[in-house]
């Protein structure tokens, strides 16, 4: 069964059908830019453009960079502040609403890294933000936002994310510093058995993971940054 997966993130909405068989893409996937400020009519419509572009008339799974309880908004850090409240699902025709992290994690767990792990495993994504999904045994502890942890008297994604490595032109070595100490920290927190690193970056652990140093294994993302899309699509109900 193929379900529409949309990731939307602080600076791209991405989007394809999932084939929930296989956990993988069955169609090239669209990427749009982010509306600048993104605001939800704004956002909606890009939504609505990525629907039209694949022709889909089933059931879709769409993410959202913030704490989605039952559908509803609840924080929104990385977009504009008048999501607060709002009910995403219905303002997406609908679609089945979760946050980001746990939506990547969900699918890394079924399809991924953490398939068949026992214990405590901890997907982070790094990318506007750092973004979060803690599991127990394979179930999902939903909405953490552990990127929102103080480190330095500040958010660690402040510090730490993939924009914070760009906006302070940060070689990846020295960004690693960064992320070992902030991966320490939720370390000495959970004591998980695996920490996977997903977002944009996981395309390129090789350039900074090495220089990571840490008790708790650290892998990257098997499914890399399609894992927001193919989770999506698989935490909607009609996906089984």
Known sequence: MDVLGIDIGGSGIKGAPVDLKEGRLS????????????????????????????????????????????????????????????????????AWVLNDADAAGLAEMRYGEGRGREGTVLMLTFGTGIGSALFVNGTLVPNTELGHLELHGKDAELRASDRAREEHDLSWEKWAERVEEYLRHVEMLFSPEL?????GVSKKADKFLPHVKLDTPVVPAALQNEAGIIGAALATPRAG
């Open 27 to 94: 169609a090239e996937r669209l990427r749009i830019p982010t509306p600048q400020p993104a605001k939800p009519d704004t956002v909606a419509e890009v939504v609505a453009q990525i629907v039209k572009h694949f022709e889909w008339a089933g059931p879709v799974g769409v993410t959202f960079p913030g704490v989605v309880v039952g559908g509803v908004v609840r924080t929104a850090a990385n977009v504009h502040h008048s999501w607060v409240g709002v009910d995403a699902g219905e303002l997406f025709g609908g």
């Open 195 to 199: 920490i996977v690193l997903g977002g």
